[in-house]
């Protein structure tokens, strides 16, 4: 979605309103940086770096918003006007639930292997143990 200060877009429930998108210069390096207003009050920074010593390449910061429901993820692309946005933005449900899981996951392998906690093997008394060669069939 391509969006210019004062622009806004509805995605999956969240309204964005584009604040400022601003890009300068530091060096070799062109920072880009898109600010934007969600309809509940917060407000995220969507960044990103261009680096002309290495073929312009870039590095992103991703803006993100986690809830307990799903994650909002925007990431701010390529764009040839410096006063608009590229921006892409991604809905991910449930993303939180995998963490706690993975958690959960860890707090069990803990407890199953805490020391004295499992049975020890059963003893059989030497004079009920037999000698059994190699091949034979009991």
Do not use: H, K
């Not at 969240?14 to 969600?38: E, F, K, N, P, W």
């Amino acid at each position: 979605v391509v969006l210019r200060p004062g622009e806004s877009v509805a995605v999956a429930g969240y309204r964005l309103t584009l604040v400022s998108a601003t890009a300068a210069v530091a060096g070799r390096t062109t920072v880009q940086r898109a600010v934007l207003d969600l309809s509940d009050g917060d407000r995220l920074i969507a960044g990103r770096n261009v680096y002309a010593d290495f073929g312009g390449q870039s590095s992103t910061q991703v803006a993100i918003r986690s809830t307990p429901v799903e994650d909002l993820y925007i990431v701010l692309g390529d764009s040839t006007d410096p006063g608009t946005a590229n921006l892409t933005v991604f809905v991910n449900p449930l993303v939180g639930w995998i963490w706690a899981g993975a958690a959960l996951l860890v707090l069990g392998m803990i407890a199953g292997s805490w020391p004295g906690g499992g049975r020890s093997p059963e003893r059989v008394p030497l004079a009920v143990r037999r000698r059994v060669l190699i091949g034979s069939v009991e």
